[in-house]
């Protein structure tokens, strides 16, 4: 298995990347040795990936970071790099390789001061692998101080540096830095080849994996998790009852009430092991004693660590709960399905009745108010407006529309 077969439905980005690193092994071959480079270089600098929620472009930059860093002997005779197994390649792709950055939001922002060391290390050659690799996974929250950390770096980029961006669309990163980047955009892959992949990589069973990538419209971690987890199957049958419970006010509060606490459990079960072990590698870099003794002068270091650990449970918080509204407007969307005739692509198959009860009891102008408020709901959570507010807001109007 080759770092590619993680790309689902993405065969022609596959080929361009593939391309772009066999020519990039060739360019440090030809530095360290008399070899001569490729004429015309399919490689480049920096790389803009873009495309829609699930469709796999973080995957896909990550998998071109591997490839960058394959140290297979295949490799050396004219195979593709990007064989999956190497220690360069698995050290990428799960995140402890030296030389390949990975830069996340952990708030609402990426941050000058976040990105302070990264750009510094963006000049460096790479310390044992091939190329020094930055992959940032949300370009998009690069604010303006931190975007233009970026620029300077991408403008005037050190011989062996890749900077990687990830964003949902190009217009979501700033016209100078995407004019400077080589721009791959990936399109959703179909339910048939995520259910595929379900299937053959995960082990799942067939009708469960075409139940899954049905639910999710090919969104690939989603439909991975709800194939694998029976606790986000138990969340999205929670959510698909949310239509029928908000008949009175009481129902609308008390359903926005256990939507956000949800949402907060969620977060919370994914935070507390991440924050652990954090918190204990941190206090082993800086010396603690037995005993938990931190050493004098690195309580701040301690609470600027607290501080990270606290947005990113916020962001969790609300992106979990950005799930749920994702989950609710595809149920909306059956229902106007079934309203103007049609079952063609249905998403919640599983939730028929549903779907059938609410689109007998309203209206196809009701059911497009209802979606525009779902949206409204997503729009106030991104301008941090306090979730159970938006989402009470969001399900009085459920109950109006």
């Not at 591997?66 to 593709?80: K, N, Y």
């Not at 339910?191 to 419209?217: F, H």
């Not at 009481?250 to 994914?270: F, I, N, T, Y």
């Not at 309203?339 to 998403?347: C, E, K």
Request: charge should be negative; hydrophobic fraction near 45%.
């Amino acid at each position: 298995m080759t770092v590619w077969d993680d790309l689902v439905g993405q065969e022609r980005v596959s080929e361009q990347l593939a391309a772009a690193a066999r020519d990039a092994d060739a360019l440090v071959t030809a530095a360290t040795s008399d070899a001569p480079p490729p004429e015309a270089s399919k490689m480049t600098h920096a790389w803009l990936f873009t495309g829609p929620p699930g469709a796999g472009h973080i995957q896909a930059a990550r998998a071109f970071a591997a490839a960058l860093q394959c140290v297979s002997p295949d490799r050396a005779l004219g195979g593709v790099p990007g064989c999956g197994f190497c220690d360069g390649c698995h050290t990428a792709l799960i995140g402890t390789h030296a030389d390949v950055t990975t830069v996340a939001a952990v708030g609402t922002q990426i941050l000058a001061e976040d990105m302070r060391d990264t750009v510094r290390k963006s000049f460096t050659s790479p310390a044992t692998g091939r190329w020094q690799v930055i992959l940032v996974e949300d370009a998009e929250r690069l604010n303006e101080k931190s975007a233009n950390a970026v620029l300077k770096a991408v403008e005037e980029p050190a011989p062996r540096t890749v900077w990687l961006l990830c964003a949902p669309s190009i217009e979501d990163v700033l016209p100078t830095i995407r004019s400077r980047c080589r721009h791959l955009n990936l399109s959703t892959p179909s339910v048939e080849a995520v259910a595929d992949m379900l299937v053959r990589r995960e082990g799942v069973e067939p009708g469960v994996a075409a139940a899954a990538a049905r639910a999710t419209q090919g969104h690939v971690d989603r439909a991975r998790r709800l194939a694998t987890d029976p606790a986000a199957r138990e969340r999205r049958a929670a959510v698909l009852k949310l239509p029928l419970r908000v008949d009175d006010v009481g129902g609308c509060l008390k359903a926005a009430q256990e939507l956000v606490d949800a949402a907060a459990e969620d977060a919370k079960a994914l935070a507390e092991e991440l924050d652990a072990k954090e918190t204990e590698e941190l206090k082993a870099a800086l010396g603690a004693a037995q005993g938990g003794r931190l050493p004098r002068g690195t309580a701040g270091v301690m609470k600027d660590l607290e501080d990270k650990q606290k947005r990113r449970r916020t962001r969790t918080q609300r992106d979990s709960l950005d799930l749920a509204l994702t989950d609710l407007t595809a149920f909306y969307r059956d229902v106007l399905a079934l309203q103007l005739g049609s079952r063609v692509a249905m998403a919640n198959t599983d939730a028929e009745d549903a779907l059938e009860r609410i689109a007998r009891s309203s209206s196809p102008e009701a059911t497009l108010r209802r979606i525009e408020a779902i949206g409204a709901c997503r729009d106030a959570l991104d301008r941090n407006v306090a979730p159970l507010l938006a989402v009470e807001a969001m399900t009085m109007a459920l109950r109006a529309g």
